[in-house]
């Protein structure tokens, strides 16, 4: 049985490899596992399982392939800008307040 395994990108939210196998495979990554990780297999989107309760595992079909790995951060930009806004409200306030003490000194 004939199996091959290359990685092409790694990035801290994003991984590529090539694979060739002869049968199904299941390839485990030495990377810690979360809910937001998603997978792509020849194009198709895929599950990733928690493998071994920390890692992430992807059931890869027979055959010659790509597999992607990307972080889909989606659901924090509202927070992310949530936060922007404030600092904005939060150091032009303090800029108002500065120049205001200045003026009555």
């Known amino acids: 049985c004939f199996v091959s395994i ?20 299941f390839l485990v990554v030495n990377d810690a596992w979360h809910r937001q990780w998603r997978a792509n297999v020849n194009g198709s989107e895929t599950i990733i399982l928690k493998t071994n309760g920390v890692f992430k595992g992807i059931p890869l079909p027979p ?3 790509t597999i992607e ?3 889909d951060n989606s659901p924090y930009k509202l927070g992310t800008w949530i936060t922007v806004i404030g600092w904005i409200f939060f150091l032009g306030g303090w800029w108002v307040f500065f120049f205001k003490s200045k003026q009555t000194a």
């Open 69 to 71: 790995l990307f972080f």
């Open 63 to 65: 055959g010659k392939g």
């Open 6 to 25: 290359n990685l092409k990108t790694f990035e801290f939210d994003r991984m590529e490899f090539e694979y060739a196998s002869e049968q199904s495979e």
